[in-house]
């Protein structure tokens, strides 16, 4: 069994339109994330939800837009796709260890997804 | 804000070789990662460091926690062709796991 599993995996669309990727843990994990990826391989955190309650919110435009249905899903909503949207987006879990350390993340496969 | 420095940004060896990969860090981390991505995959935990001068080691790669918390290194001895692959410091400062990625050490093995 896949522990965090996001779809789709490829994704090539034309700028301006929308479209969402969907991640799914199995890991019983409390906070799941949004990390993108870009062709330098920089990797940014763009947002967190706690058991559902949006965290962390780096400056992201609004067109994208998180949702957390409960705390083991977490989907990517973007809005009027641009060029530079073009990059791999990771999902990422963790659970929550309070005082003892960072949380560790454990990634989904990744969503590359293409602007044409 | 807070800044994550890694260097080299890629490395070539030959297989045998040593290879050391080094993270900055511009202000005190309260723990260190270190995440492993092979090409065409996904970022995979390698190891955790947390307290001030630490030194964890598994097999042939060797992690270091600076004294003031604010560096750290990876270092891999006699490398082998399974080794190829981006290696990411992280670094936390505390509260919501908010971990921020240095920008990696892309790590090339000939054989």
């Known amino acids: 069994d896949t522990a965090v599993s996001q779809t789709p995996k490829y994704l090539v669309t034309q700028m301006g339109n929308d479209k969402s990727i969907k991640c799914e843990q199995n890991?019983?994990?409390?906070?799941m994330y949004w990390y993108k990826q870009d062709s330098k391989k920089f990797l940014k955190i763009m947002f967190s939800y706690n058991n559902k309650e949006l965290i962390i919110n780096e400056t992201v435009p609004n067109r994208f837009s998180p949702k957390s249905p409960d705390k083991a899903h977490l989907n990517l909503h973007i809005n009027s796709l641009e060029l530079g949207d073009s990059a791999v987006y990771f999902c990422?879990?963790?659970?929550?260890?309070?005082?003892?350390?960072?949380?560790?993340?454990?990634f989904g496969a990744g969503s590359r997804l293409t602007v044409l | 804000g807070q800044q994550v420095m890694q260097i080299p940004q890629y490395q070539h060896v030959q297989e045998g070789e040593d290879f050391t990969t080094y993270c900055n860090s511009s202000?005190?981390?309260?723990?260190i990662q270190w995440y492993k991505q092979r090409p065409g995959g996904h970022p995979v935990f390698l190891i955790q460091l947390v307290k001030s001068g630490e030194v964890k080691k598994q097999k042939r790669l060797t992690f270091q926690f600076g004294e003031a918390k604010k560096n750290s290194s990876l270092h891999i001895t006699a490398t082998q062709t399974t080794d190829v692959g981006t290696y990411f410091c992280?670094?936390?400062?505390?509260?919501?796991?908010?971990?921020?990625f240095g920008a990696g050490t892309r790590l090339a093995v000939h054989p």
């Open positions: 992280a670094g936390a400062r505390g509260g919501y796991n908010k971990l921020i």
């Open positions: 890991l019983g994990h409390d906070t």
């Open positions: 202000t005190t981390l309260s723990n």
């Open positions: 990422a879990s963790s659970q929550d260890r309070g005082n003892s350390g960072a949380n560790v993340l454990t």
